[in-house]
């Protein structure tokens, strides 16, 4: 069964990990897919990948402008949206001693800020119904150290989720968030950290989770498809754990 059949969905984030195994569970799902990206490079290999019928937008979730263009190829290629989901993020670790009111806002503006103004300004286009899948993080649920800034930013998304998910009922619009833990994806690689830390640092965390593995992100893209189609007609407002059970157990 085609779940999103003639659905079109736009997955901010889609180059890599998690936003583009999500872009494949979505096609072959039936979905008309657009993805975003900043670097053009992985955003046309990504395109590729994904195969016809897929466009790719260059965009930065932290520049209105971008969002007015990416809103702008959404209307002129599609004329309406159906599922939402704001995956871009970014994650920069720091010490309290060593952070600084750029490395706060630099999380704030992509990771909070870049996500309402996402929604906003695609918020003309979303159907009745609709869907909105935020990515939140599990580590809002522990205590990670050098991680309170990227942490911080990721509960206000979960909160902005929950509120959302009041506001825009009467629209027919649902709003849930997704909090993976430790996954397999590029963005660990962007940490700044040495590839012997990272491969030390990822020890120390698998060692956390009960199931003894990092997540796949093809595990994450099966929750969003699920909060993506009909399937979660009535669920919003939830937040979806996904983390080996390393926040539960």
């Given at each position: 069964?085609?779940?999103?059949?003639?659905?079109?969905?736009?997955?901010?984030?889609?180059?890599?990990?998690?936003?583009?195994?999500?872009a494949?569970?979505?096609?072959?799902?039936?979905?008309?897919?657009?993805?975003?990206?900043?670097?053009?490079?992985?955003?046309k290999?990504?395109?590729?990948?994904?195969?016809?019928?897929?466009?790719?937008?260059q965009?930065d979730?932290?520049?209105?402008?971008?969002?007015?263009?990416?809103?702008?190829?959404?209307?002129?290629?599609?004329?309406?949206?159906?599922?939402?989901?704001?995956?871009?993020?970014?994650?920069?670790?720091?010490?309290?001693t060593?952070?600084?009111?750029?490395?706060?806002?630099?999380?704030?503006?992509?990771?909070?800020?870049?996500?309402?103004?996402?929604?906003?300004?695609?918020?003309?286009?979303?159907?009745?119904?609709?869907?909105?899948?935020?990515?939140?993080?599990?580590?809002?649920?522990m205590?990670?150290?050098?991680?309170?800034?990227?942490?911080?930013?990721?509960?206000?998304?979960?909160?902005?989720?929950?509120?959302?998910?009041?506001?825009?009922?009467?629209?027919?619009?649902?709003?849930?968030?997704?909090?993976?833990?430790?996954v397999?994806?590029?963005?660990?690689?962007?940490?700044?950290?040495?590839?012997?830390?990272?491969?030390?640092?990822?020890?120390?965390?698998?060692?956390?989770?009960?199931?003894?593995?990092?997540?796949?992100?093809?595990?994450?893209?099966?929750?969003?498809?699920?909060?993506?189609?009909?399937?979660?007609?009535?669920?919003?407002?939830?937040?979806?754990v996904?983390?080996?059970?390393?926040?539960?157990?």
């Open positions: 069964m085609l779940r999103l059949k003639n659905k079109v969905a736009l997955i901010t984030g889609g180059t890599t990990g998690i936003g583009f195994s999500t494949q569970a979505f096609i072959a799902a039936g979905a008309k897919v657009a993805i975003t990206g900043q670097n053009p490079e992985r955003l290999a990504a395109v590729d990948a994904l195969g016809a019928g897929t466009i790719g937008i965009a979730q932290s520049n209105i402008g971008d969002l007015d263009v990416l809103a702008n190829q959404i209307a002129e290629n599609f004329g309406k949206l159906d599922v939402l989901f704001v995956n871009a993020g970014i994650v920069k670790t720091a010490a309290l060593e952070i600084t009111p750029e490395h706060v806002n630099e999380h704030l503006s992509v990771n909070f800020t870049g996500v309402l103004f996402t929604i906003q300004r695609l918020l003309p286009l979303l159907n009745n119904p609709s869907s909105i899948i935020l990515t939140s993080t599990a580590f809002t649920e205590g990670m150290p050098g991680m309170s800034v990227y942490s911080a930013s990721k509960a206000a998304t979960r909160s902005l989720a929950r509120t959302l998910s009041a506001e825009l009922l009467p629209r027919g619009i649902r709003v849930n968030c997704v909090s993976p833990g430790p397999e994806t590029p963005i660990f690689g962007k940490l700044g950290l040495a590839p012997e830390i990272l491969q030390a640092m990822a020890g120390q965390i698998v060692g956390k989770v009960p199931m003894a593995r990092l997540g796949k992100p093809e595990e994450i893209a099966r929750a969003v498809l699920f909060l993506a189609s009909e399937d979660s007609s009535y669920v919003t407002g939830q937040d979806f996904i983390d080996g059970g390393m926040a539960a157990l």
